[in-house]
């Protein structure tokens, strides 16, 4: 099964950090742990993604647990423009993304 | 700028009149992909081309052709269109190859709605 597990929303404050969860708990150990977000009436846009180690870029860090059953995205400051839905997708098989569900990212003013 | 385009962005049409969407891409990436966005279904994918003469299918082929003729373009074939493929469809494309290792870029979306 090539799904992850992800809350259907989250609620933050802007300006404050937030920790995006997620479970992928049959996680082959060549899967890469992809994450996207998707602003309303666009594209999915790239954030970040990572393997084994926990991995940091200047949009977000990524988490990843030990066990690699899990991981998290990490906003350091959460803006009014990272309202989103933000997937989790194990890249699996190669040549494929498949996405779930998402969880919808509220900000908060 | 780096980017992938779709034209049209929106098109609507009549159940089996032959469409092609096509998708462009000026970063000379290897890989490029179909994906439908559907209310509740989320975003599933069509086709994948690992690159120039080289498709295979996704998730939900059905009722879709591709053709990667050159590297930069990957156009969306609906043969004879039903109601069931009105849908958001995105074109996405990666530097590699092996896509799950890498980032993807997606264009815009192309709304399309078959009656």
């Known amino acids: 099964d090539a799904k992850t597990t992800q809350p259907n929303s989250m609620e933050s404050n802007e300006e404050e950090p937030v920790h995006l969860p997620c479970n992928h708990s049959?996680?082959?150990?060549?899967?890469?742990i992809h994450w996207y977000r998707q602003l309303p009436s666009q594209g999915p846009e790239y954030v970040i993604h990572?393997?084994?180690s926990n991995v940091n870029n200047r949009m977000a860090s990524l988490a990843i647990a030990e066990d690699r059953k899990s991981s998290t995205l990490i906003l350091h400051r959460a803006t009014l423009r990272d309202a989103a839905v933000y997937y989790c997708?194990?890249?699996?098989?190669?040549?494929?993304?498949?996405f779930g569900g998402g969880t919808r990212l509220m900000v908060k003013p | 700028e780096a980017q992938v385009t779709q034209n049209p962005r929106y098109l609507i049409t009549v159940t089996g009149k032959k469409l092609t969407v096509t998708c462009s891409q000026n970063?000379?990436?290897?890989?490029m992909s179909w994906y439908r966005q559907d209310p509740g279904l989320g975003l599933r994918q069509i086709y994948y081309?690992?690159?120039?003469?080289?498709?295979d299918k996704g998730d939900v082929p059905e009722g879709y052709k591709v053709s990667r003729k050159e590297k930069r373009n990957f156009p969306l074939i609906l043969e004879s269109p039903s109601p069931n493929q009105t849908s958001l469809y995105f074109c996405?494309?990666?530097?590699?190859?092996?896509?799950?290792?890498?980032?993807?870029?997606f264009g815009p979306g192309t709304r399309l709605t078959v009656t």
């Open positions: 996405a494309s990666s530097s590699q190859g092996e896509a799950s290792k890498y980032e993807q870029y």
């Open positions: 049959t996680i082959s150990g060549t899967d890469y």
């Open positions: 990572g393997l084994t």
């Open positions: 997708i194990r890249g699996n098989a190669g040549n494929m993304l498949t």
């Open positions: 970063m000379n990436h290897e890989y």
């Open positions: 081309s690992m690159n120039v003469e080289v498709t």
